[in-house]
Structure formats: C-alpha cells, structure tokens
Nanobody, 124 residues
C-alpha cells in the first residue's frame, strides 16, 4: 500500500525544537509537492508549510514563518519539517500530504497521499 509515514513528534517545552519526518513508502516522492498540515482539538485543519517537487519553492503560513523550516532529501525519499521556537499554540497533530504536479501550497482536497499524523505537544 502506497502511503506516507510521519515521525518525530513528541512533548517539548515552549521554546524547544522538534524535527518531523515524512517518508514515502513504496513510491518515490521526487515528483510530488509535499505539504504539512496540522489540526488541534476543536480547530480546523490548517496548512503549515509546503515544498515543491523541485525543492525550489517553499511556502509557510504566517504564524510559523521564521520558526519552521521545510526541506527534502531525495536520497532518503523524505520531507522534513524543522520546528523551532515552539509555542503552546503549535500543539496539534501534524500530517503530511503529497500531491503530484501541483504548485505550493495545494489544497487538502487535491492531495493524493496522506500520512497517519504525529502528535506535537508543547507544554511546560
């Protein structure tokens, strides 16, 4: 089964850092744009960051600009989201999604593959 697998979530104190990974299983991510979404309890899903298939285009939602960094490693078939200077309001389940031949940021409705999510908790 073709899928994405996220990892790297956990509990961190405010100001701390985490690195999330999104690895593709049984297919190549090379030609896919990848977007990270997050959803906190009682809130709508929110697009956080997106990277184009070439890696040349990166997009961040305003609330994470300057704190989060998206990157991709073609050799490892993985996209990363580095989360720095974390705030309590960043706490959520983070999902990655992939869409072929799409510009960033793409809508959730056109994503072809989704991961199962990884929990990020920010608390002192």
């Amino acid at each position: 089964q073709l899928q994405l697998v996220e990892s790297g979530g956990g509990l961190v104190k405010p100001g701390g850092s985490l690195r999330l990974s999104c690895a593709a299983s049984k297919f190549s991510l090379d030609y896919y744009a990848v977007r990270w979404f997050r959803q906190a309890p009682g809130k709508e899903r929110e697009g956080v960051s997106c990277i184009s298939s070439s890696g040349g285009s990166k997009h961040y939602t305003d609330s994470v600009k300057g704190r989060f960094t998206i990157s991709r490693d073609y050799a490892k078939n993985t996209v990363y989201l580095q989360l720095d200077s974390l705030k309590p309001e960043d706490a959520a389940v983070y999902y990655c999604a992939a869409a072929g031949e799409r510009l960033c940021p793409f809508g959730a409705n056109v994503a072809e593959y989704w991961g199962q999510g990884t929990q990020v908790t920010v608390s002192s």
